[in-house]
């Protein structure tokens, strides 16, 4: 399963931004998607993530200001970034965590992150 995110940049704080992250390859079952971000000299943090069922889950930093949606035809999900500050500034990550019947596992797998820079 490979993972390619698009839609990083700089934006003015108050702006927004949209990610998306297309997961193609050998694809059986998608258990759940979503986007972790990680600031110079901090740890990676979950920022939203969505599962199967449909059920979404969000830092309480970004509540209210980034929708996390996922198009499971195309196996895409979009990050929609509202009201930006200057503390959103870090790379972000694409993650999904497959499930492979054949072998009975799950595994992790990353994007190789995009730069989002919110500064006036």
């Known amino acids: 399963v490979q993972l390619v995110e698009s839609g990083g940049g700089l934006v003015q704080p108050g702006g927004s931004l949209t990610l998306s992250c297309a997961a193609s390859g050998t694809i059986f079952r998608i258990d759940a998607m979503g986007w972790y971000r990680q600031a110079p000299g901090k740890q990676r943090e979950l920022v939203a993530a969505i599962i199967s069922g449909g059920s979404t889950n969000y830092a309480d930093s970004v509540k209210g200001r980034f929708t996390i949606s996922r198009d499971n035809a195309k196996n895409t999900v979009l990050l929609q970034m509202n009201s930006l500050k200057p503390e959103d500034t870090a790379v972000y990550y694409c993650?999904?965590?497959?499930?492979?019947?054949?072998?009975?596992?799950?595994?992790?797998?990353w994007g190789q992150g995009t730069q989002v820079t919110v500064s006036s």
């Open positions: 993650h999904l965590v497959h499930f492979n019947p054949w072998r009975r596992a799950s595994n992790d797998y």
